[in-house]
């Protein structure tokens, strides 16, 4: 079992930056495809962002690239997302996950993610 902790929310003003990141317990995660999701008020949980194992392959939503990246770092058992120049669209709670079926693969569906964090608010004022 492996237990996702996110952490680096909170409230920016447009244009600023947020770093968040995501510390796994429990069991390595090395081996999983790691995902961000988010979810604002009212709308269903989306994809942002995923890292394959290696980190070889990245993935991202239409609505992020150039602005957000996603990193990892196995010997410290954590997945960062770096998010600059943050719009006030970018509110939302940011979920982490893991996939431990396909790790050369950054699948965007939620539901091929098998663990997931308790979320951390990001607040973009304008």
């Known amino acids: 079992q492996v237990q996702l902790v996110e952490s680096g929310g909170g409230l920016v003003q447009a244009g600023g930056s947020l770093r968040l990141s995501c510390a796994a317990s429990?069991?390595?995660?090395?081996?999983?495809?790691m995902g961000w999701f988010r979810q604002a008020p009212g709308k269903e949980r989306e994809f942002v962002a995923g890292i394959s194992w290696r980190g070889g392959t990245t993935k991202y939503a239409d609505t992020v690239p150039g602005r957000f990246t996603i990193s990892r770092d196995n010997t410290k058992n954590t997945v960062y997302l770096q998010m600059n120049s943050l719009k006030p669209e970018d509110t939302a709670v940011y979920y982490c996950?893991?996939?431990?079926?396909?790790?050369?693969?950054?699948?965007?569906?939620?539901?091929?993610?098998?663990?997931w964090g308790q979320g951390t608010q990001v607040t973009v004022s304008s």
């Open positions: 429990g069991r390595t995660i090395r081996t999983y495809t």
């Open positions: 996950a893991a996939d431990r079926d396909y790790p050369t693969v950054v699948m965007s569906n939620s539901r091929d993610y098998d663990y």
